[in-house]
């Protein structure tokens, strides 16, 4: 097959959508397959990439190149929304059709209506006032919604998203795939779990309100009245560590740890330094980080919700939480803090479990779908 993977985000490797894209198309070279790849730098130019409306921008070019180089393909794979002008137009103008179109969404933008109308009532919700409401239901849900159902095919990493996609979008079940990504080697490290002197708790990615910010600044305030014994790191967070500090105020500045940037050669060196990682997110697709800090061996505490149950079994390898609980998160931190025998449990555990999770398994999978896509007459 020759296969076009695009996804409106910024042509990076080392981390990101972007990173994924190339996983998956390195491992689809591998199996004789022809992958090509366009990315915001690709099709428009850099005062474009930084304009409110690179998305639609981005999906209409991305459109008319498909449209215009459609004999170079047997299938396109558009990470939504970018296939928000592809899909239909391929479906309106039937007699000239272009390759197949398989859709990969991330995440539901339901969710996210959902959890930050609820946060933005408790004020734990930066960007999410009115204006922001109508948009989200007036420019986001539409161009999500239009991807979605004019694909020929949908890939997901979630399970939550797999069944949406067939209960309110009625995408039939067997054009709607599961397939969670894969881990590099390089993040499977060999782990001392011995002679811990405090706990080491670690954030990694951009600090965002619907990242769990609010109640991980609750649940380490409370730790910290009566243990003291640890320290937390932010990493990648991509704001500035005074205002990270600021944030965290005067009583945990001794417990805050701030590295502002992180390449990504060096993330398995800061899941080696660490015991813990916190991510309690109100909401993700499937976080990479999360993959590579359990196949470093480290315990994690995550949040019962999107993606993050399908890898983490509660209490086997790894602790989940429910969502915006900071009680639960301190519980779970202080369980850690006070045995290292769970820690060690736990990372193990987790590291086993993500020896299943391969680029190269991800990636027959989703071979298997572009495949049947390619080779099967799209829905009316």
Known sequence: MEVLMAAGVPNRREGGVAAIIYNYGRELQDRGHTVSYLFYNDLMSEKEVSGRFRDLRFAWRLARHIRQNGEKYS?????????LFYGPLRRLFAARRGPAYVMTLHGLEERRIHVMSREVRKGRAWHYSLPNRIWQYLYHMPRYFACIKSADYAHCYSRDVWTMLQLDYGLDSDRVAYIPNGVGERFFLKRSYQDRKILRLLYAGTWLDQRGIFYIREALTALNRNYHNWRFTIAGAGVPAQQLREFFGDSLSDQILVEPVVQADRMP??????????????????????????????????????????????????????????????????????????????????????????????????????SAAANTRPCA
């Open 75 to 83: 299938v396109v794979n558009l990470h939504a929304p970018s296939g």
């Open 269 to 370: 060196e800061l899941y080696a330094k660490h015991d813990v990682l916190l991510f309690p997110s109100l909401m993700e697709g499937l976080p990479s980080v999360l993959l590579e800090a359990m196949a470093s061996g480290m315990a994690v505490i995550t949040t019962e919700t999107c993606g993050m149950p399908d890898m983490v079994e509660n209490g086997f390898n790894g602790l989940l939480v429910p969502p915006a609980d900071s009680a639960a998160i301190e519980s779970a931190i202080l369980h850690l803090c006070e045995s290292e025998e769970l820690g060690e449990r736990l990372g193990r555990a987790a590291q086993e479990s993500m020896r299943r999770y391969t680029w190269q398994r991800s990636a027959a999978r989703l071979e298997a779908v572009l």
